[in-house]
């Protein structure tokens, strides 16, 4: 059995700081074979830098993104040199970086797949469509997709689609955590959103009374990381590697 650990959007430098002490613990106590992280936001006010990657992967061996993944002009060249920093797979031919990477572990390979939504989001590339193409090459059962998206139906609707294909399905981006995890067809994990990792009395990550000013006022906000106390939200999963499929899947909060 492979034991992974994915962690839900890490918020800035205390989410950082809070995901390395509380995922190293659980390296040691759980016997965590494999730690994915959703790093787009890492970087205190958003996207992630050189500082912020360097951190995650202290403690991760794959890093996922999302929208923010190109907010800093002067990271993008990591895209191009990191081959477990991924971005969405589903951007245009010819944008620097990659969606998918495979972890040989000898006895068993480990792939990960980064995919972003369209409904309320940039209209990349039809993300049903990608996932197709993307799963004709690869050999490994072993496969989980990071699916960072706005909508709760498309999130669900991918899960579906993917049920039986892939190991598991976990949707990112809202940074609240769902109580949705399920195992589909006996074999694919799943849940709408692994929540966040940063200030749990917050909007997202950001002191609370500048995301109300910005919505009460309807004028420009600049946004800070909260100062409140970190939590830590993910999803481990249980998967045997033989056939992809997912034995357990459960959620954490941890405080």
Do not use: W
């Amino acid at each position: 059995m492979i034991n992974v650990l994915f962690a839900g959007d890490i918020v800035g430098s205390k989410g950082c700081d809070f995901a390395e002490k509380t995922i190293g613990r659980l390296r040691a106590s759980e016997k965590i074979d494999i730690v994915i992280v959703n790093g787009e936001n890492s970087a205190d006010g958003n996207g992630i830098t050189k500082a912020s990657m360097e951190q995650l992967f202290r403690f991760a061996d794959i890093i996922t993104t999302g929208n923010h993944c190109f907010r800093r002009k002067e990271f993008t060249e990591y895209y191009g040199i990191k081959e477990n920093l991924l971005r969405p797979a589903n951007y245009p031919d010819g944008v620097i970086g990659r969606g998918i990477t495979v972890l040989d572990m000898g006895r068993y390979s480990f792939a990960v797949i980064n995919l972003m939504g369209c409904a309320f989001m940039e209209p990349l590339n039809n993300p049903f469509e990608c996932i197709d193409k993307l799963l004709e090459d690869i050999e490994t059962p072993n496969i989980l997709v990071d699916f960072h998206a706005e909508a709760t139906s498309e999130k669900k609707a991918m899960g579906f689609y993917l049920s039986k294909r892939v190991s598991a399905v976990i949707g990112t981006h809202t940074h609240v955590q769902t109580a949705d995890e399920i195992i589909l067809d006996g074999h694919t994990g799943y849940i709408t959103d692994a929540g966040m990792c940063g200030a749990e009395l917050s909007v997202l990550g950001v002191k609370k009374e500048l995301a109300i000013e910005k919505q009460r006022y309807k004028c420009p906000v600049r946004f800070s990381e909260s100062d409140e106390a970190p939590f830590f939200n993910g999803v481990m999963l249980k998967i045997d590697e033989k056939c992809g499929k997912v034995h357990k899947i459960d959620r954490l909060i941890i405080r």
